[in-house]
């Protein structure tokens, strides 16, 4: 995984970006209207119920726009929110809470969303010992925000990149010629570079379980679009070689399912790419 300075230069990234897509030369409708030393107060209001998530990032976004702004948090990330909530009141320059105000209900409304969902995913997971993973499927340019939220809703972060971790999935063995070839080739590799990189290969059947086990070298088997049956057999198979993932269309409805058959993760997309944003606002006060 990422290292955490790493990560803080992703959300560094993040910020200045999106400071500069939305704000451009100016925010012309404040400068127009407001004059440049008046101050002032706002709360972010919630208007949905859910995990909150996002204040951390919120107190970047103000500090970036402006170190003078002062906030003072009522409700703390991963909190459990209900619809009249008040998570923090913002006080100081008012241009400078209105040039900052859109990207935090931005960050803030994709990450409440994709934190609640996820907590309905541990949730279900409760007592089998099997914990739920992100997958590379997030927005583009976000991820650090998406997986952060994750973090926040219980989940579990999976490789951030495809340079923290390596995942031999069906493309790569077939391009390679087969998965024993796509695991030898690649210990080499990383024997050659000196690189220190956890292996996980994807297996499509059975078969494929039994040829990834006779080889070295792999920290986790993906357990690929399996059905309750064969999954049970493909962790009976593993035993404590490697730890065990399944994957492929598991939902609220299946994954308890899944976790009953003796995997140690399961990974779902959904809780990056199908989310509903959590309604807040930011009002003046």
């Known amino acids: 995984m990422i290292s955490k300075k790493q990560f803080d230069k992703e959300i560094a990234i993040i910020i200045a970006n999106a400071i500069r897509e939305d704000v451009g030369d100016g925010d012309h409708s404040s400068l127009a209207c407001i004059p440049e030393d008046a101050v002032g107060t706002a709360k972010l209001l919630v208007k949905d119920d859910g995990i909150i998530a996002g204040i ?24 459990q929110v209900k619809y009249g909530d008040v998570c923090f009141y913002v006080s100081g320059n008012s241009q400078s809470i209105l040039k900052a105000e859109r990207l935090v209900l931005n960050a803030m409304q994709r990450m409440s969303a994709i934190a609640t969902k996820t907590s309905k995913f541990v949730k279900l997971l409760e007592g089998t010992g099997t914990k739920i993973l992100d997958t590379r499927k997030t927005t583009p340019g976000i991820r650090a925000l998406e997986k952060w939220a994750v973090k926040i809703g219980g989940g579990e972060n999976h490789r951030f990149a495809l340079y923290d971790m390596i995942m031999l999935k069906d493309n790569h063995i077939d391009f390679c010629g087969g998965v024993t070839k796509a695991i030898e080739t690649t210990n080499e590799y990383l024997e050659r570079n000196q690189l220190d990189i956890k292996i996980i290969v994807e297996a499509r059947n059975l078969d494929e379980i039994k040829e990834i086990l006779k080889t070295k070298g792999v920290y986790r088997i ?41 995997v140690d993760y399961i990974s779902s997309g959904a809780l990056t790419h199908s989310v509903y944003n959590m309604d807040l606002s930011l009002k003046a006060v």
């Not at 951390?56 to 909190?79: C, H, M, N, R, S």
């Not at 357990?223 to 404590?240: P, Q, S, W």
């Open 222 to 262: 993906l357990i690929d679009n399996f059905n309750y049956e064969d999954t049970r057999k493909a962790v009976e198979l593993i035993g404590n070689t490697c730890l065990t993932e399944s994957s492929g269309g598991i939902t609220l409805d299946t994954i308890r399912q899944y976790a009953e058959c003796g």
């Open 56 to 79: 951390d990032f919120a107190k970047q976004v103000f500090d970036y726009v402006d170190p003078g702004l002062e906030l003072d948090v009522k409700i703390e990330d991963g909190t």
